[in-house]
């Protein structure tokens, strides 16, 4: 696992709010696949290690990872990024957001749940936790008979501007 600092400045903002600044630990790519059985090739290892260390401040686009995982080896093309972007995905390693931007972007899997605020005019993403957002997921799982197994949370927003 790497030790991955936060990349959400969301300050408790109110009593009722339980948002705060965290720390998350990232499951290593490479690692992930080989412990499932995938064969990892030359090009699979620095394309886990590209998307690996992008997850840690971002989640980069397939571009973005062709472009970092080609400065390591020219001879990756970005065909081999998407075949193994969508093996990595298919084996759990990798999750894929749709941010409402028309680009598919990735992320290392976490051992942490989080959620997402995406600010629709700039594209900063903060990740997020909130229990009581959490606790009343469950109980509208419960109430209409259910047991919440997963969920994704993805919020938009526009930034409050501050009047001087």
Known sequence: MIRRPPRSTLDRSSAASDVYKRQVYMIDVKKMCRDKGLRMTEQRNIIADVITEMSANGHPDVNEI???????????????????????EEYGAIE??????????Y?????????????????????????????????????????????RLELYGIKIKKNN
Request: aromatic letters at 8%.
């Open 66 to 88: 062709f472009l970092n995982a080609n400065e390591q080896d020219k001879n990756i093309s970005i065909a081999t990024v998407y075949r193994t972007v969508k093996l990595f």
């Open 107 to 151: 992320e290392a899997i976490e051992d942490h749940h989080h959620d997402h605020l995406i600010d629709i005019e700039t594209g900063e993403i903060h990740e997020f936790t909130n229990e009581e957002i959490e606790e009343i997921q469950r109980s509208v799982a419960k109430s209409l008979g259910y047991n919440l197994v997963d969920h």
């Open 96 to 105: 894929k957001h749709e941010f409402k931007d028309g680009r598919s972007r």
